[in-house]
């Protein structure tokens, strides 16, 4: 049952400490027990600009960042003055007296103005920490859960920074009570506390899950937060972590340790993910198994390094030259991305190919809370047809270590997979080669240019696949089946589009349901087909300009969308930008919606 | 279309005697007769032999080139990546497994040139790789063009006229970039060359060894005629391999005398791997270890959530 559903907004400048109050609120939030999900639009600059974070929280379920905010939190004036004219009645605005002036507000906005000087004694880095206080008083959430949050944030700075703390808080939460009206629901405490990740987080700890012990990286946002976390915990985990001097040698490294036996990762976005195109084909052609992560952005080139956007779908379907196997998957959200990974590495050992994860900004930069009976750790692993030295793997064949000629390491089976064994395994010597190989490893190129043979190896690479659609869930339509519209997205899209089916029954009376597609190669086509074939009016909702998703859907399922919802912006949807879209669609006004970010018009 | 074969059956004899040619893979090599490149398979199966190196313990790494083609004509593990590449996944494959002696073999285009970048980072690192670069001054398998270390002035495919850019010196480039075992050798003498591989493949660090493997097809300026006279033995010339200004000054020397030997050698510096503690738990190599995580560890990893 929801009782609550609730927005804060934070706006201000890039290093007004707006992050880390969003993570206290965050993890009080979570702590209660509600569910939260943050997002937060921000600039590629370090100081300045216009940062604006989104925490939304309920008691039900909270898959995106919503329509509505009820506390805007504006740091300095160019945040009241973007942010103030969307606050509709019943919602609030706390800010610094001396500082900001408000403006008009929309009839049954509470403008609550605080004397920060006063309540922080001068400590102008402590207002965050005032305006805080007052947030939770308004929300009818007692102090305490403020001041063990502020502790730990503030632990490391010693005892006098966390004590001046907890003083402001406490200043902030009572002025609040004595000057402001509160809201007219107390926010509950539904039970067992819940724990706050990021998406990069939870696809760190999903490598960490699968057993990965190679990870590799360059600088690239929206994809740091994955390298942060493994450098921090590589030696606590025993993984090797390498920052490298560029995604080409991250690429490259990371086959090399994959082809040793170990599970190897890296993760980057598009830019960073073109430079290692070439070197996918390598693992491709070698048939050493790896997982990159491709944490999209708005491109194309430098684009815009800090907005989301779902622009790569053709760069992943087409990376590197020629045709080769490779499992390409776009999860929905943070604990998606976590379950994800250690599935992707037992399809890449199995398969022994590379595995790509379309991910981006919006699910691996947000925060999303997490229950942790959900973070299970003890994932099934299975690593199919490996030959290690110490019979760690599927099978130990014994041999001298000295002119072994029994072992074909690209042997044409029937499956097209061959058992992988790795340098060190005494009896299986063979070099693994870019160039195309015969099944001994030897180069066709060495004997005389074989077409017989090249036919032989593509087919056998390319039979891999043929099985792994059977190794992953099709997808699944949700809502009913004679709905009048159904909504297709694929990724990160899933949240908010579940979000707005139930607003469009809820508040418009249209009966939408939707088809969330996760796996992107292999494509579950006849599954996909068989669904949509029944649906009434397809609208395909994606975060990029061209409709990437809708133009594969096309190819591989002969489908074409009725219409399309595109956002371009660097900013994510939100459910009111999808039912407004269907609205007009379905009205016949239009085919091809491209929604407004009000937000930070 | 073939059928699904089987390898040949292979009778459980006793194993053949260890001797050089052990190290010779199954094919041979479809480089030109004459070609530098013979010498240096050959001078690197012999330091392999003399040093008693497991063919399945050893690993060789090449990127594109005609040299490159070298990890097929071995009785190793071998990698024959992509172009420019090689160090990279050596890198990777040296961490993964840090008991393999990983040896990578090149050629000047490829590892100056479109590998220069993995060139310079894997230097300072410090990586315990031996890389071997079969140094023609030519671009080979594309049938002759200029190289990063074409000298200037050379008449190939791609300068009609004469190339106008400088050289890359790798010997001085390798001094100061950080490699801790920096060697040149020569085709024309093999026996040197053998001492100066089996002291890079000893070294505990990144080594190079700078070959100069004469192109007989294309390369008409830099020859054997061209060398022979011209090569000087550093080991006969008391040069002192620790000394990093002279070895530079060395390095630099060409025209009428051009050194070959072992140029720079430190050996106090610890390499990447001895410094990661990851690889020192006494579990033995990462890519051996078991895989996922213990109770305790994920109950940390969910503690921090909270």
Redesign the interface.
């Known amino acids: 049952m929801r009782t609550v559903d609730f927005a804060i907004g934070i706006g201000g400048e890039n290093g007004q400490g707006i992050a880390s109050t969003g993570d206290i609120l965050a993890r009080i939030f979570?702590?209660r027990g509600l569910n939260l999900n943050a997002y937060n639009a921000y600039q590629s600059i370090i100081r300045g600009g216009h940062t604006f974070l989104t925490i939304r929280a309920s008691d039900g379920p909270v898959r995106s960042m919503g329509d509505k905010i009820d506390v805007l939190i504006p740091l300095n004036q160019d945040a009241m003055d973007r942010h103030l004219k969307l606050l509709t009645a019943g919602a609030c605005a706390i800010y610094d007296t001396e500082k900001v002036k408000p403006g008009t507000p929309a009839a049954g906005v509470q403008l609550c103005p605080i004397p920060m000087k006063e309540l922080t004694k001068g400590n102008k880095l402590a207002a965050n920490t005032a305006a805080l206080g007052a947030t939770l008083q308004l929300l009818g959430i007692e102090s305490e859960p403020l001041e063990a949050v502020v502790t730990r944030q503030f632990k490391k700075k010693g005892e006098s920074v966390v004590a001046e703390n907890i003083a402001i808080a406490r200043a902030g939460y009572d002025y609040a009570a004595n000057n402001f009206k509160a809201f007219p629901f107390k926010v509950p405490k539904p039970g067992k506390?819940l724990?706050?990740?990021t998406g990069n987080?939870a696809t760190a700890?999903g490598g960490?899950?699968?057993?990965v012990?190679?990870y590799?990286a360059y600088p690239m946002s929206p994809a740091t937060g994955v390298l942060m976390w493994m450098a921090q915990?590589?030696?606590?985990?025993?993984?090797?972590v390498?920052q490298?001097?560029?995604e080409?040698?991250v690429m490259?490294?990371?086959?090399?340790?994959?082809?040793?036996?170990?599970?190897?990762m890296c993760a980057t976005s598009g830019g960073g993910f073109a430079l290692m195109s070439?070197?996918i084909g390598?693992a491709g052609m070698?048939e050493t198994p790896i997982v990159c992560v491709d944490v999209q952005r708005a491109g194309p080139a430098t684009g815009v390094p800090t907005k989301t956007e779902q622009g790569d779908l053709w760069q992943i379907l087409g990376a590197g030259q020629g045709d080769f196997p490779r499992i390409i998957v776009a999860p929905a959200c943070q604990i998606d991305l976590f379950k994800t990974i250690p599935e992707l590495f037992n399809l890449c050992d199995k398969y022994q190919c590379p595995g790509l994860v379309l991910a981006d900004l919006l699910i691996s930069e947000g925060t999303s809370s997490?229950n942790?009976d959900d973070?299970a750790?003890?994932?099934k692993?299975e690593?199919g047809e490996l030959i290690?030295?110490?019979s760690?793997g599927a099978s130990v064949k014994p041999?001298?270590?000295?002119?072994?000629?029994?072992?074909?390491r690209y042997?044409?089976?029937?499956s097209g997979i061959s058992p992988r064994a790795?340098?060190?395994?005494?009896?299986?010597?063979?070099?693994?080669?870019?160039?195309e190989h015969d099944?001994?490893?030897?180069?066709i190129s060495?004997e005389f240019t074989n077409p017989?043979?090249r036919?032989?190896m593509v087919e056998k690479r390319a039979r891999k696949m043929e099985a792994v659609v059977h190794d992953i869930a099709p997808p699944k339509l949700i809502g009913p089946e004679s709905a009048q519209v159904t909504l297709v997205g694929w990724g990160s899209t899933e949240g908010v589009i579940r979000e707005a089916v139930e607003k469009l029954a809820g508040e418009e009376g249209i009966v939408a349901n939707q088809l969330p597609i996760k796996w992107i190669v292999p494509f579950h086509a006849a599954e996909i087909t068989r669904i949509l074939s029944r649906s009434k009016h397809v609208i395909m909702v994606e975060n990029n300009y061209s409709g990437q998703f809708a133009r594969y859907l096309r190819s591989e399922a002969g489908i074409a969308a009725h219409g399309h919802i595109r956002k371009y912006d660097g900013e994510p949807f939100m459910p009111h930008h999808i039912v407004n879209a269907v609205k007009e669609q379905l009205a016949g006004k239009t085919q091809l919606s491209v929604p407004v970010h009000e937000v930070l018009a | 279309m073939s059928s699904l074969t089987e390898p040949p059956a292979v009778a459980a004899a006793q194993p053949a005697p260890v001797t050089k040619d052990t190290y010779k893979g199954r094919i041979h090599p479809d480089w030109c007769p004459g070609c530098g490149d013979f010498s240096v398979l050959s001078a690197l199966q012999a330091a392999l032999f003399e040093l008693g190196l497991k063919p399945h313990q050893t690993l060789i790494v090449s990127g594109i080139g005609c040299s490159s083609n070298l990890p097929g004509y071995m009785n190793t593990y071998g990698m024959h990546t992509l172009h420019g590449r090689s160090l990279a996944v050596a890198t990777g494959a040296k961490l993964g497994n840090h008991e393999l002696k990983v040896i990578c073999t090149g050629g000047d285009g490829d590892g100056f040139g479109i590998g220069g970048n993995h060139f310079v980072h894997t230097m300072r690192r410090n990586v315990d790789l031996t890389y071997i670069v079969m140094d023609n001054q030519i671009y080979g398998l594309t049938t002759g063009q200029c190289s990063p270390t074409s000298i200037k002035g050379m008449i190939t495919k791609s300068t009609p006229h004469g190339s106008v850019e400088n050289p890359i010196n790798p010997i001085p480039m390798a001094i100061v970039g950080g490699a801790t075992y920096v060697a040149r050798a020569f085709s024309g003498k093999q026996k040197h060359m053998v001492e100066m591989i089996k002291g890079a493949i000893l070294h505990k660090g990144f080594s190079l060894v700078d070959v100069f493997s004469p192109c007989v097809t294309y390369n008409k300026d830099n020859t054997y005629q061209w060398f022979n006279p011209r090569i000087k033995i550093l080991e006969e010339m008391g040069h002192d391999p620790t000394d990093m200004h002279k070895a530079i000054d060395r390095g630099y020397q060409w025209g009428e005398e051009i050194p070959i030997g072992l140029f720079w050698r430190r050996s106090e510096l610890p390499s990447l791997e001895d410094q990661e503690p990851v690889l020192h738990t006494g579990e033995g190599p990462l890519a051996f270890r078991p895989l996922g995580l213990s109770q305790e560890q994920g109950k940390a990893l969910i503690k921090e959530l909270l």
Not at chain 1, 411 to 414: D, I
């Open positions: 979570a702590r506390g724990g706050v990740i987080q700890m960490a899950a699968a057993g012990k190679f590799a915990h590589a030696r606590q985990l025993g993984i090797m390498r490298v001097e560029d080409i040698g490259n490294m990371i086959i090399g340790a994959a082809h040793t036996g170990c599970r190897a070439e070197a390598m070698i997490i942790p973070l750790f003890n994932v692993i690593r290690l030295p110490n760690n041999g001298s270590g000295y002119n072994d000629n029994a072992y074909w042997k044409n089976t029937t790795v340098p060190g395994v005494p009896g299986h010597i063979y070099t693994a080669a870019t160039d099944e001994d490893g030897t180069l060495d017989h043979k036919r032989m």
